[in-house]
């Protein structure tokens, strides 16, 4: 929509952060981007972005990912948003705003969002080159690139948030870095002292160097006007390349100062609780740059939403009003969880504190607690496990002892109060506000089932995400309190999990899903044909147990074809045009060249797409069903097995050339991987297993994102698991380090093996290991320690697996009835599917997608032969 | 077009349009559980499927989401009692005995009947 300036009331909006897209989101859902032209005009190059996640940029965020700006909401509503025009002047008397382009807009509304400045202590020196803030991800970008070039030493100035966040960039960004924070401790807003001790100590166990209770005097320069050092108030000098100004922020009030707005007298625009200048009925302020109602201001984004949704809706002429925020935060700080709630200090009349302290583990738990029982707030360093549920019980009387909420589960008297305690009234997510009673209408009242649906329709749990798991928690609760049955089967044919039913078949040696279903299916599902679901998850748990139980190991015999999944059906990967693709195992990516000669060769004669995959092997493409016998009989003759791409199962095991070759390298990497790859090849799993063996430290092989990875050290191997790739990506947990050549073996077997045992189906290691209960450490103690006494169980069932290992496309080729099933038609064989059709693209091959349309025509009959 | 060999195993036939019984293959070519697809004279393809207990099934071939002909590549079950087979490009269901979509109930496959003679 395009308003004719005048014709329509225009609102203009100064500032596009977080809080001023919130706000337009806010108007668009009151309907007001339809009757009102909307202005926005922004400072910074680019639009809203996630300032709270500005840190995760040096994570591998890029600053497209950081975007808080659906540019189609903002076409769809009209929106006319100028970026890298900030407003100059606003003229009041006759209602104009001019911005740095020159452009003048006249509105009817003005909403300031100025947001804040980081303030910068007036120290001598403070503007020399090597001197940043920490603010948008301009400031980030240029800290990077001074970093990288110029400095082998940061120094933060400020122990506060954004001070600690800015301390952990610099250091992985490699520098030495320092913070100095002139309160007595870090985070002195949030923590109280022994809060404040538990987060140094883990900090400086990180490699980070915090001085506190001193001042910045000086910026020391050198001779070419960089940095060189700074002055503390304690006499002494630290020498460093580049300083981080983080001591807090200040609002942005300068356009409202000019324009003649009140300000208070520490900053900040005043404004009433509707969010309305006190100055100026026609503009309004929120976010960090507005005075509010109650005398703060406030530099959390969540009030700063709550301010925008209060402008919107007065701008609606709804009754809405800001008169106060909790400032309870929960963050993670360095891979710390530090969090604070209600009166964390502890300044209410005759209150009483209940400590927990730890500071060898880093913890430190307090609650305020006041004189009748209610709790009043409370800080959480080291393990913020519990903040949803004490946030949410401020002001009321727990139900129990509020020692025992602090106390570590496992010190006994520790009791785990879930959410299902919690008042209606109580605010489960405080980015969007919404109750405890909210999130259980949405379950009652609107039918969700699950979190995701829970998200959709409340909004809860799509702020910071900090409530999500209590969320899941009272989905759960008021699910099963409304009598649905929280199902943890693992389809409607069986109401146990994988692993359930992976320790029924090893234990009844039950070897056919017919009887595993007729005995143990559900009720109604007994004697039926089961479902796409659980027929491969049970084919799978028998080929992974096949010797042991008595099962073939060949999984197209008999029963066990029906159950595969259709690319293991027919040993290849279904396409979209019902094509199959080929890959042959290249053990450890290592092959002659007679080898790829003969893949060439074969792709060659039966005109297949051909391309390098991830894993250090060649994928051939566009076979049809009928080619994939006579090109793996090809494959076969040559020495080539199945690659078990099709398969959950092992993949493949990377490598890099390692000593041999590399000057770097220590270990002999490429034998490594072909050891296990050979070892492992064939192994069907919950879900595809991954692999890579790096034959030094700078890990070429990438193992770390890999299911179990490898990296050679001087003294042998260290063995990561759990990596991945992917969508989600994790790195791998460090098991155990030098390990010798049989040592890493029999890791590896065990660690499978305990895998294959207890995921769920189509749970990828990274999402198991963070999935059981105990996490690594019970994997460490389970497949290291042997706390459970299986190991000798899961090494002899793995040796059963590699004594019993056969290729089933040797198999099969050798096998006419199995060959039967490999063709188009069953009643002409030689006829192939037409659908099946191919156009030339870049010298190969690509399926022609018209064709799959073309002859689309499942309910009238026409001939096309 | 070959058609397989005749042997003196009991035959899978389908009914077309005009009535007419279409011999597709021998009864043993299908295992329990899976499907097989056959081309009809008029150049259309029907999946065949048969389930445990012996019943046999047939509807057409097409994936009628993705366009491919490869419903009888899918693996199949029993939904509250009724038979389906499950698309292997994106899983959608379909009853094998309408032809009915499980999973959005506006598309549906052409069903037939099958019978052994």
Redesign the interface.
């Known amino acids: 929509m395009t308003a004719t300036p005048g014709a329509t009331p225009t609102i203009v909006l100064v500032g596009h952060g977080m809080v001023g897209q919130r706000f337009l989101e806010a108007l668009a859902e009151r309907g007001l981007t339809a009757t009102h032209r909307v202005v926005v005009l922004c400072e910074e190059p680019r639009p809203a972005y996630d300032r709270v996640q500005l840190t995760s940029y040096f994570s591998g965020r890029t600053p497209e990912e950081l975007s808080m700006t659906d540019m189609e909401f903002i076409k769809d509503h009209g929106i006319e948003l100028y970026v890298g025009d900030p407003a100059e002047t606003v003229d009041r008397a006759a209602k104009k705003v001019t911005a740095k382009s020159g452009q003048v807009f006249e509105y009817d509304t003005l909403v300031l969002a100025t947001g804040s400045y980081p303030f910068v202590p007036p120290v001598p020196n403070k503007d020399a080159e090597g001197c940043f803030v920490y603010r948008t991800i301009e400031d980030l970008l240029a800290i990077e690139e001074y970093a990288k070039s110029r400095a082998t030493t940061g120094a933060v100035v400020g122990g506060g948030l954004l001070g600690l966040e800015a301390a952990g960039a610099l250091k992985g960004l490699g520098l030495t870095s320092h913070i100095v924070e002139f309160a007595p401790r870090l985070m002195p807003v949030q923590v109280d002292e022994g809060g404040g001790a538990a987060l140094l100590r883990t900090i400086e166990d990180m490699g980070l160097t915090v001085h506190t209770g001193v001042g910045t005097q000086e910026i020391v320069v050198g001779e070419d006007g960089a940095v060189t050092g700074m002055k503390l108030s304690d006499g002494s000098e630290l020498a460093t390349d580049l300083v981080v100004f983080s001591a807090g922020v200040r609002p942005r009030d300068q356009l409202a100062r000019d324009s003649g707005l009140t300000v208070g007298e520490r900053g900040g625009i005043t404004v009433d609780e509707q969010c309305r200048t006190v100055t100026d009925p026609h503009v309004f302020a929120i976010g960090e740059c507005a005075l509010a109602a109650d005398g703060r201001v406030y530099g959390l984004v969540a009030p700063g939403y709550e301010q925008a949704e209060t402008a919107a809706a007065t701008i609606a002429a709804d009754e809405a009003s800001f008169t106060g925020a909790d400032l309870s935060t929960k963050l993670k700080l360095l891979g710390v969880d530090v969090a604070s709630f209600g009166d964390a200090h502890g300044t209410a009349e005759d209150c009483l504190d209940v400590v927990y302290s730890d500071s060898r583990a880093g913890l430190y738990k307090k609650l305020v607690i006041g004189r009748d029982g209610t709790l009043l707030g409370g800080i959480l360093v080291g393990d913020a496990e519990a903040y949803g549920t004490l946030r949410a019980l401020t002001g009321s009387v727990p139900p129990i002892s509020p020692e025992s909420l602090v106390l570590p589960a496992q010190a006994g008297s520790g009791a785990q109060l879930g959410p299902s305690a919690l008042p209606d009234e109580a605010i489960i997510c405080s980015c969007h506000n919404v109750s405890k009673g909210t999130i259980r209408g949405a379950v009652t009242e609107h039918r969700c089932t699950t979190v995701p649906e829970v998200k959709k329709c409340t909004k809860a749990g799509t702020g910071c995400g900090s409530c999500v798991k209590v969320l899941g928690q009272l989905v759960t609760a008021e699910l099963e309190a409304s009598g649905v049955e929280v199902d943890k089967g693992l389809c409607g044919c069986f109401s146990q999990t994988r692993e359930e039913l992976y320790e029924i078949v090893l234990a009844l040696r039950i070897n056919t899903y017919q009887d595993l279903l007729d005995r143990y299916g559900r009720e109604d599902a007994r004697g039926g044909d089961g479902c796409e679901t659980c027929k491969p998850a049970v084919g799978s748990i028998i080929a992974s147990l096949a010797p042991t139980i008595g099962a073939s190991g060949y999984v197209l015999d008999g029963e066990q074809a029906a159950l595969q999944d259709s690319n293991d059906h027919f040993l290849a990967n279904l396409q979209k045009n019902g094509s199959y693709s080929v890959v042959p195992r290249i053990p450890g990516g290592e092959i002659t060249p007679d080898g790829l000669i003969v893949i060439g060769e074969i792709a060659r004669d039966f005109g297949l797409y051909t391309k390098i995959t991830g894993g250090q092997r060649i994928d051939m493409f566009g076979a049809r069903v009928e080619q994939l016998p006579l090109i793996w009989t090809r494959l076969v003759d040559a020495g080539f097995e199945s690659g078990h791409a099709y398969g959950k199962a092992l993949r493949t095991v990377k490598s890099c050339v390692g000593r041999t070759w590399c000057r770097y390298g220590v270990q002999d990497s490429v034998r490594m991987a072909i050891d296990l790859e050979l070892r492992y090849r064939g192994l069907r799993s919950p879900h595809k297993l991954k692999s890579a063996v790096s034959g030094c430290a700078r890990e070429c092989a990438e193992a770390q994102s890999k299911d179990f990875g490898v990296i050679a050290t001087s003294n042998g191997w260290n063995l990561y698991v759990g990596g991945n790739g992917g969508a989600t990506p994790r790195h791998a947990d460090l098991l155990a380090q030098d390990l010798t050549d049989a040592e890493l073996i029999r890791l590896i077997d065990r660690f499978l093996m305990f895998y294959i045992r207890t995921a769920d189906r189509l749970e990828r290691t990274s999402t198991w290991l963070e999935r059981i209960p105990g996490g690594l450490d019970h994997v460490r103690d389970v497949v290291v320690e042997d706390s459970l006494g299986i190991c000798e169980e899961l090494e002899s069932l793995m040796a059963d697996h590699v004594a019993h290992y056969a290729d089933e496309w040797a198999t099969t080729i050798n096998d006419p009835e199995k060959l039967a099933r490999f063709v188009s038609f069953v009643n002409a064989p030689d006829t192939p599917d037409p659908v099946v059709g191919f156009v030339p693209e870049r010298g190969q091959i690509k399926p022609d997608l018209p064709l799959l349309t073309i002859g689309h025509r499942p309910l009238e009959g026409s001939a096309q032969r | 077009?070959?058609?397989?060999p005749e042997t003196t195993d009991l035959k899978i036939q389908l009914r077309l349009?005009d009535d007419d019984w279409f011999?597709?293959?021998d009864l043993h070519?299908l295992?329990?559980?899976?499907g097989?697809?056959?081309?009809?004279p008029?150049?259309?393809?029907v999946a065949?499927f048969r389930?445990?207990t012996g019943r046999l099934y047939g509807i057409?071939n097409?994936d009628?989401f993705?366009?491919?002909?490869?419903l009888s590549?899918?693996?199949?079950?029993?939904?509250q009692?009724r038979?389906f087979v499950?698309s292997?490009?994106l899983?959608q269901?379909f009853d094998l005995e309408t032809g009915q979509c499980l999973d959005d109930e506006s598309v549906?496959?052409?069903a037939y009947e099958v019978r052994t003679q």
């Open positions: 077009m070959t058609l397989a349009e011999t597709v293959c070519r295992v329990p559980g899976r097989v697809a056959a081309l009809l008029d150049g259309r393809q065949v389930d445990r057409d097409r009628p993705g366009g491919a002909a490869v590549r899918g693996l199949t079950g029993t939904h009692g038979p499950a292997p490009l899983k269901r549906r496959v052409a």
